[in-house]
């Protein structure tokens, strides 16, 4: 089955991207030429570009975190990622970290601008400028690295290495690169919001992972991608933020091909609309037990009370994720050096993440008030001036 997606972009370029297009054997020769840009040999490669903003986001943590009423997790770590995948994809960031802002990427990416509340109420006409001036911006900005020798490894280095310029456009390129931003921004931040909200109301849970990862290493520079990808109890509450508030809350359409299919035992015609509510799925009783708790076990050996497969949040086949690898690098070492430097404490106990989220394409999540408390870790990074 093919996506039901009316054409375009999500950033609203004029043109499908490898997230929206719907014909299969163009759909496959967009995964062909971008496979090399998200390949483990170039995640490996990217980690350094990664880590600049981990880090600088580390000592913000602190300097705000620090404060009696504690600093936005949620919004930092929105801003964080705008800055991360801007970086990848566009070879600069936002500077949304550094400003504590992110009103200026919003208004390059419109669809954004209905999970957070602070560009809510704008007009349709405001929406469409906002559009087109995103088009114009990402287009310039391809233009300008296809004139630019570099030897920087990022998303457009490898697909513009790997692509036929007669057949894919800068255009296309642009299209690719924002709804990168779209995909792979909002998801990293939300996941990770979620994963510390459970483990600051989940005392027991949060006191196993600070052991499992204040025992693995002795030094900051020690916290890598490779490194962090044998702490297991990591890897499973990071699985459970995703199952119990799933980052893609809404399900993602399929189209019945021509000639109808069966699913789930029921013929389908074609042309009908098909897709798994991840909520439903993730949330039930029929597929998890205590579906509402956080349980990072459940992921740990062998469980016959949970239907594991019902969760998953990278998607599956042919349209699954192709940046999954791209959203461990940074699930594990934010959630790693966040936990490895401070104590956290959440400000209002009494706040309840689903309660007083709201759900559209993506989620709107609530404030998340935190504070960070350095536990004695001496390091230059840490000093207050290290990051102006």
């Known amino acids: 089955m093919s996506k039901v997606v009316l054409g375009g972009s999500f950033a609203g370029i004029g043109t499908t ?82 400003s504590g802002e992110i009103v200026d990427v919003l208004n390059r990416f419109p669809i954004l601008q209905k999970v957070v509340p602070v560009i809510m109420g704008k007009k349709l006409k405001k929406l469409t400028q906002d559009t087109k001036k995103n088009e114009e911006l990402s287009i310039k900005a391809v233009e300008s690295r296809v004139k630019r020798t570099t030897d920087r490894k990022d998303f457009l280095t490898r697909i513009l290495e790997d692509r036929d310029p007669s ?45 499992e990862i204040r025992t693995s ?17 990591l890897r499973a509450a990071l ?24 699913v789930d035992g029921v013929f389908l015609p074609g042309g009908v609309t098909v897709s798994t509510n991840p909520i439903a799925t993730c949330l039930s009783n029929h597929n998890f037990h205590d579906p509402w708790s956080f349980k990072p076990e459940r992921w740990i050996g062998k469980n016959e009370c949970d239907d594991l497969d019902c969760s998953q949040p990278f ?41 007083e989220s709201q759900m559209h394409t993506l989620w709107r999540k609530p404030d998340l008030f935190v504070r960070a408390r350095n536990r004695g870790v001496k390091h230059p990074l840490l000093e207050i001036d290290a990051v102006q």
């Open 17 to 98: 991207s490898i997230i929206s297009e719907r014909r299969p054997e163009v759909h496959r020769q967009m995964r062909n030429y971008l496979a090399n840009a998200f390949s483990d040999r170039s995640i490996l490669e990217q980690e350094e570009i990664v880590a600049a903003s981990v880090d600088a986001f580390i000592h913000i943590a602190g300097v705000r975190g620090s404060r009696k009423e504690g600093f936005n997790l949620s919004k930092t770590l929105q801003s964080l990622s705008f800055d991360i995948t801007g970086d990848l994809s566009f070879g600069e960031t936002f500077g949304a970290l550094k």
């Open 167 to 211: 057949v894919v456009s800068n255009q296309q390129i642009a299209a690719h690169a924002s709804d990168f931003v779209i995909a792979g921004s909002d998801t990293t931040a939300t996941t990770l919001a979620s994963l510390i909200y459970y483990l600051l109301r989940n005392p027991r849970v949060m006191s196993l992972l600070t052991e």
């Open 217 to 233: 290493f002795q030094r900051y520079e020690e916290i890598t991608y490779n490194s962090t990808a044998s702490l297991q109890y």
């Open 239 to 262: 699985l459970e933020a995703m199952r119990i508030y799933p980052p893609v809350p809404m399900g993602l359409p399929r189209a019945v091909p021509e000639g109808g299919d069966t």
């Open 315 to 355: 998607s599956l086949g042919t349209r699954g994720c192709m940046g999954r690898n791209l959203a461990w690098l940074s699930l594990r070492t934010i959630a790693v050096k966040l936990i490895w430097v401070y104590d956290l404490e959440l400000v209002n106990s009494s706040m309840d993440w689903h309660r």
